[in-house]
């Protein structure tokens, strides 16, 4: 085979014309024949052709646009094509690292013209093919001669372009402010698009997840939509496996997959069977999200506000959004412990909308105090509450006629109510001092309880649901202080009808009702036998068996996660066990 020599450089090193030519004739001769000559004569000009795809590669970064590149080196295209196609080539690591260098350069983020869009269109088809096309001759030769089983030899070759291009998004911003040259970042839309049909590949993971936490340092830096959404989807059909810090980074992007991962995380906890324990909330990855990135928690607080305003009066949405910012808040304290040098987003940039004097008080945890404060405590909020929506609503009876919605008119209380249905830890304690309290000490308590399954007033109807809450918390305190057997039926049918749905806008949520007559039944020190009978007979009665083993179930993890403290935990731990068992029984019998 002829020897032709390389034509010299020029004299600023830029790759002219008839480079270009020469190394055109070169492969499309290394194409055509294969044989010890041909083998040969490339690794006599291997090193020679590294340092001009080197130059070229420097031309192409210099160079402001594809088309101008394309318009000074017209067979530049094929040139590159055939060496891609060279298994020569692109077994040397150096080689194959400066072909797709080149390719990248040449990838236009915003194609201007027909000509960009075409080149786009077949540096994607190239990439795609070196990756997964069995089909080339030359390649088979290689992995014949090699030994190579085609599917190992594709797995490799997609490794090393991982490698590759991790390598080469990870480098900073390149852009100076030279219009002339080409910024760096570039290369994130075109690796993220060109990754679109690999987002399924095991292999591929690693720069998936790369390219999801690369930091946005310019407008060039962004990722494609195509390639976010293809993620989305391989990540929730469970075809891509990501670490935590890219799925986090994936919702970072991509208001969509956000949307999706709460919805399904709701979607969970409303077909379980009980309570969502927290394990699992922990293991979705959106309370640490959200502790990473407030942006991501006001979204998804904004999501919650949608399902509550659609849903009031569902305990189970209630208990996982309390759960959530339980969780959520954990996430927070245990960030802030880690970045003790770190400036740490305030509670006013995560609750933009609560009302601030609220915030503190009811984002305390009753560990974080005393038991003996707590009373104190929720006297003062809930006279805070009561405050606040007396304002509103006052403000609403004298602007009747202003044309202002009452949506708007509402928003205050809304998300005071909002506030506290995240905070219902205050709630529950509040129930438990209920068992307790005497009659001249609940009325503040019993206003909190209200207001939480209440909030809107419609038909200004408090104050005739406050007399119906008091009336069940009287039937109860004396239902449950009577030793005497067999117990007194007026009391229990007086129960049972408080507990029954009523068809009147002002009557009483029956789950506020079954939530007192549970925590009378755990808390108050009466004999287990005396409990178990009066709650079996009541719910049974009532036909609310599920939801009250589904309270049970709540107060035990709350139990366990220590919101709800008690002297004799044990104790009542044991009473909580009976209940669950002497319902469990109820419900087979049936």
């Not at 480079?19 to 004739?25: A, M, P, S, Y």
């Not at 075809?239 to 799925?247: D, I, K, P, R, T």
């Not at 709630?427 to 909190?448: G, H, M, N, Y």
Request: net charge negative; charged share 20%; glycine share 4%.
């Amino acid at each position: 085979m002829s020897q032709p020599q390389p034509p010299m450089q020029t004299a600023q090193g830029v790759p002219s014309v008839q480079d270009t030519r020469f190394w055109l004739d070169k492969a499309v001769c290394w194409g055509q024949a294969d044989g010890p000559d041909t083998h040969k004569d490339t690794s006599v000009h291997l090193s020679r052709l590294k340092d001009f795809l080197q130059q070229l590669l420097t031309h192409i970064n210099d160079t402001s646009s594809t088309t101008g590149t394309l318009k000074r080196l017209p067979l530049l295209g094929q040139l590159l094509g055939r060496l891609c196609w060279n298994p020569y080539v692109t077994a040397d690591a150096t080689g194959r690292r400066l072909l797709l260098q080149c390719l990248w350069g040449l990838y236009s983020e915003h194609p201007g013209n027909a000509v960009e869009r075409k080149a786009n269109q077949w540096i994607r088809k190239v990439l795609c093919q070196l990756v997964t096309e069995e089909d080339d001759a030359p390649a088979q030769a290689l992995m014949k001669k090699m030994d190579l089983p085609p599917k190992d030899y594709h797995l490799k070759v997609l490794r090393k372009m991982v490698a590759l291009l991790q390598e080469t998004i990870g480098k900073s911003c390149s852009s100076l402010g030279d219009i002339n040259q080409r910024c760096s970042c570039d290369n994130i839309l075109a690796t993220s698009e060109a990754c679109i049909p690999l987002v399924t590949c095991p292999e591929a993971a690693p720069l998936i997840g790369a390219l999801l936490q690369q930091q946005v340092t310019c407008v060039s830096a962004a990722l494609s939509k195509d390639f976010l959404d293809a993620v989305s989807s391989a990540y929730f059909s469970q075809c891509l496996s990501l670490e935590e810090q890219a799925v986090v980074s994936l919702w970072y992007h991509d208001l969509s997959s956000l949307e999706e991962a709460v919805l399904r995380l709701l979607e969970c906890a409303l077909t379980f069977s009980g309570p969502i324990p927290r394990k699992q909330l922990e293991q979705s990855l959106l309370p640490k999200a959200c502790a990473q990135h407030c942006s991501i928690f006001l979204v998804v607080n904004d999501i919650f506000r949608s399902i509550l305003k659609q849903a009031e009066g569902a305990e189970c949405v209630k208990y996982f959004i309390r759960a959530f910012t339980s969780c959520f808040l954990r996430e927070v304290a245990l960030q802030q412990q880690q970045q003790q040098q770190q400036t740490s987003v305030s509670l006013k940039a995560m609750f933009p909308q609560s009302p601030q004097s609220l915030l503190l008080p009811l984002l305390t945890r009753p560990t974080e105090m005393p038991q003996q404060a707590w009373r104190h405590h929720l006297i003062w909020l809930s006279g805070s509450l009561q405050r606040l929506t007396e304002e509103e609503e006052d403000r609403d009876d004298d602007d009747e006629d202003d044309g202002s919605t009452r949506s708007g008119r509402y928003h205050k209380v809304f998300e005071a109510w909002f506030l506290l249905v995240q905070c219902s830890h205050w709630v529950q304690v509040a129930v438990q001092l209920l068992v307790t309290s005497e009659p001249e000490d609940c009325a503040p308590l019993l206003w909190l309880l209200t207001f939480y399954h209440h909030p809107t007033n419609r038909g200004h109807h408090r104050a005739l649901q406050l007399v119906r809450c008091r009336e069940a918390w009287d039937h109860l305190h004396s239902l449950f202080l009577v030793l005497a057997r067999p117990l007194p039926v007026d009391r229990l049918h007086s129960m049972v009808t408080l507990l029954s749905p009523q068809p009147q806008p002002s009557s009483l949520s029956p789950f506020l009702t079954l939530n007192l007559l549970v925590n009378f039944a755990v808390f108050l020190q009466q004999s287990l036998s005396a409990s178990t009978e009066i709650v079996q007979m009541v719910v049974d009665r009532c036909g609310l068996l599920d939801e009250a083993q589904w309270l049970l179930r709540s107060l035990e993890i709350r139990m366990n996660e220590d919101d709800c403290l008690s002297s004799d935990t044990e104790r009542v731990h044991l009473r909580i066990q009976a209940l669950q068992n002497t319902l469990s029984n109820a419900c087979s019998k049936k």
